[in-house]
């Protein structure tokens, strides 16, 4: 699974098009006294929160991009939304593209009611977009961490969590240090999730590796120096990550985020993930709105939908650390045994500035290729 950035993600990368076929969009200009979705920066615009429901509604449809249903509950989080306004069809479309594509999407079809309407995404790809998207602060704008948010909500944090190793446990010991990966037991088993230069999870492995090899977040190298090692030794395998391959034993032993790890344990009973204790990389992932949707209110909605309690409760049930976590448990709202079966947080959390991030990027443009061929 090619997924997206992730919060400390992939530097500047070309992502190939995503051809969206369509019909020109037919949204004609508001009427006058009408209110212009398309403007709004907030739920006052449209007067109430009920009223923003009924234009959603009048719009009759949600386009939604690169959001896989088994990917930190989005699957219950779509149905839920679908459930709530039936009145709203709603348009999954490319469920396993990058974040780079997501955009390349918006671009590629601007003015037809193809579109996407929102976006999931990594910081890094985020930071780049910024002219691609509408500013919108939803009603628990005020809940969310202010690291978590750009200031005008151009984009917001969302769910998250650690980078992880998850492995069948049937098959392989369980690795208590990352270079446990580079010995014999683990010959032809270990897969990243996607190409660090193109997917977050992927690149946040090699942050990972970096971190638990004694580097730091200023250079990405001992990630990248770790990864070759684990070419050499013949224990890196090539194969892009999935559910389909988790539960057939194709990719045996994977880095990814501990809650996408996590749900393979449906499928395979003796799937387990590790989180290694010392020191932890984390990461957010971003929703914001295409500035050109088809659907402007249906977004809006869509996002006052994504911070409300139910669906960040959800991402929770997903495994994914909610971004009003906090605030939620303050208020007594969050669900208590969910969030008590999060795995325990590493002694040290680290996240990449933006700065690290896009010298990561950079880095990881210019020598990944070489050192894993």
Request: net charge negative; aromatic share 10%; hydrophobic share 45%.
């Amino acid at each position: 699974m090619i997924r997206r950035s992730a919060f400390a993600a992939l530097g500047l990368v070309a992502a190939s098009a995503v051809a969206l076929t369509g019909c020109a969009s037919n949204a004609a200009a508001p009427a006058e006294g009408a209110v212009d979705a398309a403007t709004a920066t907030s739920v006052d615009a449209f007067g109430s929160f009920e009223a923003l429901e009924e234009a959603a509604k009048a719009e009759g449809a949600l386009n939604v991009i690169a959001l896989p249903r088994d990917w930190a509950n989005y699957g219950e989080i779509l149905d839920l939304f679908a459930s709530k306004y039936p009145e709203i069809a709603i348009t999954e479309q490319s469920p396993d593209v990058s974040s780079a594509e997501e955009i390349t999407a918006a671009e590629t079809n601007q003015g037809l009611d193809t579109a996407p309407d929102v976006f999931d995404l990594g910081l890094a790809v985020a930071l780049q977009s910024t002219d691609v998207f509408a500013p919108y602060q939803v009603q628990t704008w005020d809940e969310i961490p202010d690291a978590l948010k750009e200031p005008s909500g151009l984009f917001v944090g969302d769910y998250g969590g650690y980078m992880s190793v998850g492995y069948d446990s049937s098959k392989f010991p369980a690795p208590e240090a990352l270079e446990d990966l580079l010995g014999d037991d683990y010959k032809s088993a270990v897969a990243i999730n996607g190409d660090p230069t193109q997917a977050g999870a992927a690149f946040a492995a090699v942050g990972l590796a970096t971190i638990q090899s004694g580097g730091d977040l200023d250079d990405f190298q001992p990630g990248i120096d770790f990864f070759a090692d684990l070419q050499k030794a013949g224990n890196l395998l090539k194969v892009d990550v999935t559910t389909a391959t988790v539960a057939s034993g194709e990719t045996p032993v994977v880095f990814d985020w501990d809650y996408l790890n996590a749900t393979h344990k449906a499928d395979n009973p003796n799937w387990e993930v590790v989180v290694f204790d010392d020191k932890g990389y984390a990461g957010y992932y971003n929703q914001a709105i295409n500035k050109d949707a088809p659907h402007p209110a249906a977004a809006r909605l869509w996002q006052e939908f994504l911070y409300s309690d139910e669906a960040q409760n959800l991402w929770l049930k997903g495994g994914a650390r909610p971004a009003r976590m906090d605030a939620m448990t303050e208020a007594g709202a969050i669900d208590a045994d969910l969030a008590a079966a999060l795995p325990a947080t590493p002694a040290e959390t680290l996240v990449p500035t933006q700065e690290q991030s896009d010298a990561a990027g950079v880095l990881l443009g210019e020598k990944w290729a070489s050192a894993v061929q």
